[in-house]
């Protein structure tokens, strides 16, 4: 991924993973929680306009392409 603190011997490496749930029936029940390194987590809604780190958006750009979706 294109990081800014990558460097000639370091980098970063991302593996994003897609989860699809058209219908709601799995998610509407998902207890969201926050990580050691977050300070909170919630569903929202995104677009274009999203400001990300790094080349976070080009992943969730790629995934509304996958599912044809709105960006």
Do not use: C
């Amino acid at each position: 991924m294109d990081d800014p603190r990558n460097t000639d011997n370091a980098w970063m490496e991302t593996i994003a993973y897609n989860f699809h749930d058209e219908n709601d029936l799995v998610f509407k029940n998902f207890k969201l929680t926050a990580g050691d390194d977050a300070g909170s987590v919630t569903w929202m809604d995104i677009d274009q306009n999203l400001n990300l780190y790094a080349s976070h958006k080009d992943f969730i750009e790629l995934a509304t392409k996958l599912h044809h979706a709105h960006w």
